[in-house]
């Protein structure tokens, strides 16, 4: 099976940086679609940005558009996400995601594989 694992969240301050990593273990890496969703409490899970296996599609939701870059290095089985220019709304648990696909495209309205999720806390 797919195992992904994030690392990286933490609690910093408006305005500041952090950088999301997803380690990805099993078949195939560059073979899967990746995405970043974030849920809020009380809130729905959403699509945050995604990625395909090349990294010529992305797509990124209106919310963190210009502020979070997401990119893969399939080498290191692995995805980024940059954010920058964090907000207080931004307060979420982020979790990474898989979906295995036969086109370099992004993004999917459903996932395969989900990681355990890393907490991102912005102080306003």
């Known amino acids: 099976q797919v195992q992904l694992v994030e690392s990286g969240g933490g609690l910093v301050q408006a305005g500041d940086s952090l950088r999301l990593s997803c380690a990805a273990s099993?078949?195939?890496?560059?073979?899967?679609?990746m995405g970043w969703f974030r849920q809020a409490p009380g809130e729905d899970r959403f699509l945050v940005t995604a990625?395909?296996?090349?990294?010529?599609?992305?797509y990124y939701a209106d919310s963190v558009k210009g502020r979070f870059t997401i990119s893969r290095d399939n080498a290191k089985n692995s995805v980024y996400l940059q954010m920058n220019s964090l907000k207080p709304e931004d307060t979420a648990v982020y979790y990474c995601a898989a979906r295995e696909t036969n086109s370099d495209y992004a993004p999917y309205d459903s996932y395969d594989y989900w990681g355990q999720g890393t907490q991102v806390t912005v102080s306003s």
């Open positions: 099993g078949r195939t890496f560059s073979r899967y679609a």
């Open positions: 990625i395909s296996w090349s990294g010529a599609s992305r």
